[in-house]
């Protein structure tokens, strides 16, 4: 009786501490968070947004509607079969990606737009990844919190957006 509940006591911790620790917890975003992410960050079709901690998929699949080629990085493998669902049944294949990664090693020197939902504590770590990374004129949208340097350029229901100069 003891061995399973270590078990399943461990597959929880690996599911939802650990996505926590090296990066934020799932939140989804509500619907107007995710209007506020595709208005502010002025997504053209074929362009390439990149999700960073992408959860359920909701804003990868706004992005791609939007005629975005968007892809996310996601660490919860619960959270990654949500999304690629998702995007299956929305008719979104070959336009929305999910990745099944940390946010960390995601690859967004082609991104033309980053979107993010953080915790005030990866703020800064995350902003020194993306000033190293993207390249000019990317654009991120955040969602709840700000960079600790960069300066907001527009706000909208707590969105934020940052231009890479």
Same mark, same amino acid.
Not at 67 to 82: D, F, K, Q, S, T
Not at 118 to 125: D, F, N, Q, S, T
């Given at each position: ?55 359920? *998929?909701? %804003?990868?699949? !706004? @992005?791609?509607?939007? $005629? ?11 959270? +990654? ?9 929305? *008719?979104? %294949?070959?336009? !929305? @990606?999910?990745?099944? $990664? ?11 737009? +980053? ?15 993306l000033q190293r990374e993207l390249k000019d004129g990317a654009r991120v949208v955040s969602n709840g919190y700000q960079f600790p340097t960069w300066p907001v350029q ?12």
């Open positions: 009786m003891v061995l399973p509940l270590i078990i399943l006591f461990g597959a929880l911790c690996v599911i939802f501490l650990v996505p926590f620790l090296q990066g934020a917890p799932y939140v989804p975003s509500d619907p107007a968070q995710v209007r506020a992410m595709l208005d502010l960050a002025t997504v053209q079709p074929g362009e390439t947004v990149v999700d960073l901690g992408s959860g359920d *998929g909701r %804003i990868l699949e !706004a @992005f791609a509607r939007a $005629g975005a080629e968007a892809h996310g990085y996601e660490m919860n493998p619960v959270l +990654v079969w949500v999304a690629r669902r998702r995007i299956r049944t929305a *008719g979104l %294949i070959g336009k !929305a @990606f999910v990745h099944w $990664g940390s946010l960390w090693r995601a690859d967004v020197r082609s991104a033309d737009v +980053v979107a993010v939902f953080g915790v005030r504590h990866i703020m800064g770590r995350l902003e020194r990844k527009q706000s909208a229901h707590r969105v934020f957006l940052f231009r890479q100069i």
